[in-house]
């Protein structure tokens, strides 16, 4: 099926090991999580299989770790057509960081990424969404550090991280100076007076045919593009699963079975593009990480 009025939705990615999630760190300790085996290249694959056979496109904002350790997984990100974005270095939250360690997390990253690319990174999205009205100097720094666009804020209420009196769709921000700078907010859809998330969790929880009624709801009444967010592991019910509170299973394992099916109805009644192929103002020159250092 066609997707309503021509629109394109953006599929983002976030590239990270399933153990990066808030409860494995809040359940476990750090030794015990140094002993969880990697999978976010056989996940990661997983999911390019799918996106490829059907012909959709995706942002992957990919860990700085991940391409430190696996340049040949964000490489082939690129390749595909993908576009390669920055998840940070090692999924610490923005406020845990606080204001200069964000700015060497955020360039270590951004040249990890792009010495696995070649290709220039523009885009940003904080670990856990940790970014918020107490964190204001991020969009300035993001923009010295050379990026173009955050896509960190979700209009939404949870307990953990969300803003949700902040637009919804794409809008400038406002800068003490420099450049031009975007914030591309993360998909909802509007139900009554109330933003509705569709990303993460809540695409696993919700029944595809309610995610598909609101992203086509989005399309066809506001005319906009959705911003959905998965991340490889949850294409993977087969991932380890060591022992954590019931409310903690319940937020990262609750529906792996079922994700990788309901991505793939959502690939094949939409199409899915990059961030900067959805938002023409974002669309970079096309030029190498070599190109735009001469």
Known sequence: MPEPDGIANVLTVDVEEYYHGVE?????????????????????????ALLERHDARATFFTLGVVAERHPRLVRAIAERGHEVASHGWDHTHVRALGR????????????????????????????????????????????????????SVHPIVHDRYGMPQARRFPY????????????????????????LPLGGGFFRLFPCPLVAAAIESVNRRERQPVVLYVH???LDPDQPRPPMRRLQR??????????????????????????????ADLAPPRRSVAASAA
């Open 24 to 48: 494995f760190a809040e359940a476990l300790s750090a030794e015990a999580l140094r002993r969880l085996p990697s999978r976010v290249v056989v996940q990661t694959e997983r999911l390019l």
């Open 100 to 151: 200069e360690r964000f700015r060497v997390d955020i360039r270590r990253a951004k040249r990890a990424l792009e010495a696995a690319t070649g290709r220039v990174v523009r885009g940003y999205r904080a670990p856990n969404y940790s970014i918020g009205p107490d964190t204001p100097w991020v969009f300035d720094i993001l923009a010295e550090e050379g990026y173009a666009y955050d896509s």
């Open 172 to 195: 400038l921000v406002g800068l003490r100076d420099g450049p031009r700078f975007w914030e591309v907010p993360v998909g909802t859809a509007r139900l009554g007076r109330t933003n």
């Open 232 to 234: 490889p592991w949850e």
């Open 250 to 279: 319940f937020r990262h394992y609750v529906g792996l079975e079922r994700a990788e099916k309901k991505l793939a109805a959502l690939l094949a009644r939409f199409r899915f593009t990059t961030v900067v192929a959805a938002f």
